[in-house]
């Protein structure tokens, strides 16, 4: 007996989860398309020397990697911007800027499990390339919540709490963390949550920071608001984009939405402006999305610089809190009507009939073998079909079916000859 | 520098691959809901040990297989089949029978390339399960030629060539092959294209056959058509369920698209009965689709007997075809309208604009920079959208925009306040 059971981490979709899945898909691309943002896809399978960085990030770590048959180093992809990069540099001679692109990833992380975190997960990206000013932000971030409107969310479910590195950056250097060590300080300090003080200490320490250097970054890190940060800043400039970026989304309506948070770090070292997550108010769950400016990403990569902002925003934490707050939708199969062949004399007619009702546009289920009429029905109401059509052995010597509508319960008699005209619905 | 090319045997798709992409996976779709078909999906990673056979299945030589950290043997799906096999046996006892349903998972393969084939590639797959008569072969090919009529394919471009394993198993059990090797010889017979005349019969002779069985056995798949098979087997009744499947098409007008072809083996050992291979009339390129009858595979992974029929229908080859013939469409961008804002002063409102046209429901792109007229012009015509605004100084000052019906080629200015009401939208 083989393990019946999906590779830990990972997940069947039954129809009912797919039909979720593909719910949550369309409204994605829904907002995606509704912002002139267009859909590309790489493979899932890439080089693993696109993921492996020096900053120590976490997810150079956890990769799925390994070598194929010809000693390559491959890897599943643990995000999908690195391939994106990939895919801007290959062609960036013949693409017209800015760029505006989405994809819908299946991305691989082999890590401990928890609420909200498995081993792979769907996770929609959403990018602008080549654009340098804040309109970059503001077109990524307005879909962003364009599209939580679309699954059922508002101001009162959740915020996008917003932050920005060079901020982060400026207050490294006035503590004069040398700037190679920058990214890699921030790496860590972006975990500081799961890590015991003693720990976070102790790394921190390994980078090169004396324990003043920790105890004032970590203060400087829960500063209540803009003010206080502003009053422990000597460089002010790096205030200003972000001050531009909630002024903007103030004034087209969207201010409640962006709550500036100078905790906001993100674990990737290569966010150099802007950093965002969505969460709910009290950010009960982990980040529902989270993304930032990453200017200096394709040049990493031997590229020229090219500005960058996006963001990922993953299937699991969204369905998770749907679900929680009952606001998934009660989906039912495609489906317009099922005919019923209840005995086998009459399988054949029920076959051609399907055959030629799909042929006439309808989405059409053939059910066949030995069932009680009343069972019949109960499944036709449990497919959510409006129509149930039987294949029934008088009717069938007059060349006849009967066409039951399920929504008013009633039924007749109905010529074969005509049946493919479907003047019988909406008015059987 | 990194390597730009994705990995070899494996694609990236850019917007315009994507398009046609999507557009075969709505086609595929489609023709699996007209039928009645629910969608499903596994995990692109799975337990190596679903891919193992006896029966020295190229497949099983062909995995993506690595270890993960905790020591599990994994793979990269190389078919779909074996992961639908583990979902219905993990939840036999709930689903209603027979299960009906599909899923467009992508496959990997390590093994040379040649045309029509890459090293992963995206696979519809049709599945009826529980179904023991021929109804489920109905159904299965039914879906597959109105899938192929969607794509614009008729009975001049494609045929299904179907046989069925109990013919080739009764001539075998004929020439005294025994049973528990018959599948290893029909999976080394079905490689007699690929292979040397020698090396064909040395493989075979490594099975116990004698060179007077194999020459025979090669006449047989020579055979011209039914009559000259049925002349040379002793066991008549294999014959009958075939007979019945041909005959059912012709009843519901299908018939033209099917041929007896007693040379399609199929190279999977798990086919049981009918098994069959969509090509062109001339098989000019490798099978666009293949399936049958596999009534055995969920008992050897330990389940119950459970009859299953369904296909693979691979995306590269039908896009060769299709490209080939000049059948694909020219897919442009979803948009409606693209606002241009050719001064950064203009950009503000321009951004606020499409914010306001989104939320009404349209498709909008912004553009913003600097930018002749003409080339902005060109620019939307190129998107194909039937609109484009402009943002001018002299217009904003009045409060308006220009509109600009691209199809008629006329333009007028249009208040801000009233724009989202979409009354300039057909009569600009």
Redesign the interface.
Known sequence: ????????G??????PQ??L??WLFSAWRKSA????F??????????E??YIRKAGDEISQQL?N?????A?R?S?RPEMTPSLA??I???QKTL?YPV??FSIP?C?R?ERMTRGRKR?HYQWNLDVIG?P?I?AE??II?TLI?SLNELGLDSQDFRIFINDRRILNAMLEQLNVPQNLQNSVLVILDKRDKLSADVLCSELSNKGLSNIQTTKLIQFLESPNFEAVAEQLENQNVLNELKSILD?FQ??G?GTYLEFDISIVRGLSYYTGTVFEVNTLNKSSRAISGGGRYDSLLSA??GPVIPAVGFGFGDVVILEILEESKKLPDLK???DL?IFALDSKQ??IA??L??QL??A??????Q?GPMKMQKALQ?ANNLGVAYAIFCLPDELDRNEVVIRDLNNREQKAHSLANITDLSWMGNA
């Open positions: 007996m083989i393990d019946l059971k999906p590779v830990k990972t997940r069947d979709f039954y129809p797919l039909r899945r593909n398309q509704q912002a002139g267009e859909e590309y896809d790489s493979c899932i399978l890439e080089h020397a696109l799925y390994f070598e194929d048959n010809s390559r491959l599943l990939r895919m540099l290959q062609k017209s505006r692109w299946q691989f082999y792979e654009e000013t309109l503001l077109e307005s364009r903007q004034k087209i969207l990569y031997g199969q495609v489906l099922v399988d054949e076959m051609r399907a055959h799909r042929n546009g309808l989405s059409v289920q053939a066949f499944q």
